[in-house]
């Protein structure tokens, strides 16, 4: 049963635009989000994240925007470097932070 | 401090085998968590160990098991290996409760089955 889907398996944008990663969810229990980055060979590591209580969250370039009542959050990257150029994962849990579900990924490239 | 570390990095098992994975988690976080990334898919949710004791389990069968020791590391057996357990098993680790700061994960092992 896949709670988290993120629809898009890649992004590609150009240096400096914006780039923006949906995630959309199933599971109404869910009320914690995070956005992981992942470059290969390396795990997960955890980028923001965004209680339930709010509809948006931010630090520095990246922004998350949840929308409860569509059951859809995503991640705003602004400006966006070649550096941010990785897979990005949506995750979302119920209650405290266990049994977190995660989504399949969305690949973003940044180009120069 | 040091974070998350898995062993080993790589390991190739033959279908029917079984494979041992471990895991040391941040010093002080005392719950443990399993994850498998098939190629291809996301992080699938595999077991959560607290306090030496398994808390959830995701949809895997019964073969996929596990352990947590006195230290708070972790054990990952995956007992009658099938070609579809190759993957990527990461581990990771949070303070029991916490509502914030998600997961520091291990860069993980690599499991290939022949």
């Known amino acids: 049963d896949q709670q988290v889907k993120q629809n898009s398996p890649s992004l590609s944008v150009q240096e400096g635009r914006i780039s923006i990663l949906n995630c959309d969810y199933t599971?109404?229990?869910?009320?914690?989000f995070l956005w992981y980055k992942k470059y290969p060979a390396e795990g997960p590591t955890f980028l923001i994240s965004i209680s339930s209580i709010k509809d948006k969250n931010e630090d520095g370039r990246f922004t998350v925007f949840l929308n409860k009542s569509a059951k859809h959050l995503s991640l705003h990257i602004v400006p966006s470097q070649p550096g941010d150029s990785a897979v990005y994962f949506c995750a979302a849990s119920a209650g405290n932070n266990n049994d977190m579900r995660f989504g399949a990924g969305t690949r973003l490239t940044v180009k120069p | 401090e040091a974070g998350v570390t898995q062993s080993p990095t790589h390991l190739i098992k033959t279908r029917g085998q079984q494979a041992t994975l471990r895991c040391s988690p941040i010093?002080?976080?005392?719950?443990v968590y399993w994850y498998q990334q098939a190629l291809g898919l996301g992080l699938q949710f595999l077991l959560w160990?607290?306090?030496?004791?398994?808390?959830n389990r995701g949809n895997f069968p019964p073969r996929f098991s596990g352990r947590q020791f006195p230290n708070y590391s972790s054990e990952l057996n995956v007992n009658a290996l099938e070609l579809e357990d190759s993957a990527l098993y990461l581990c990771?680790?949070?303070?029991?409760?916490?509502?914030?700061?998600?997961?520091?994960f291990g860069s993980g092992t690599r499991l290939t089955v022949v």
């Open positions: 010093s002080g976080h005392t719950s």
């Open positions: 990771a680790s949070s303070l029991f409760g916490t509502a914030s700061g998600g997961y520091t």
């Open positions: 160990y607290d306090e030496g004791e398994e808390r």
């Open positions: 599971n109404s229990m869910f009320d914690y």
